[in-house]
C-alpha cells in the first residue's frame, strides 16, 4: 500500500464533509491506543496548558511512587517507564515549555526520592541524558523563559 504526503492528505481532508471527517478520525482513534490519547488531548487538554501539566506531574508523581526498590533492576525499568509516559506528554503537548516543565519535575523526582545515581550508571545516564536535555530545549526558548528556567536547571 502506498503512504501519500502529508500535504496530499491535507488537500484531501479539505475536500470532505462534516460528518466523513468524523468517521475517519473516529475510525482512526480505533486502531492504536496513542491515536486516542493524542485525539483526546487535543479535544479536552490542549486548551488548558496549565492544567494539562498539573495533571501530568500528578501522573509522574504516581508512576515514581510505585518503584520497586528492591533492586536496581526494578527501579532501572520503572524509571524507564516514568520516562516513556513523560516523553509521550511531551509529544503530544509539542511545546517546548512543557517539555521543560515535565523534565525538570522528572529529574527533580529522581533527586528527591533518593535514587543513588552515583552508584548504578544505568540510573546516571537516566538522569544525565535528561539533564542534558533540558539544557539543550533551554536553549532554543526564548531569552525571558530561560531566565525562568535557569534557577531550576542550576538546581539539578
Known sequence: ME??????IKKELQNLQPKQL???LLRLAKFKKENKELLSYLLFDAADETLFLENCRKDI???FIQINRSSHLYVKKSLRKALKITNQYIKFAGSPKVEIELLLH???QMKDLGFNRRSHPVIRNIYQRNVLRIEKVLKSLHEDLQFDYQEAFENL
Open 3 to 8: 503512504t501519500f504526503p502529508l500535504s496530499d
Open 22 to 24: 468524523q468517521e475517519l
Open 61 to 63: 508523581d504516581n508512576q
Open 106 to 108: 522528572f529529574c527533580n
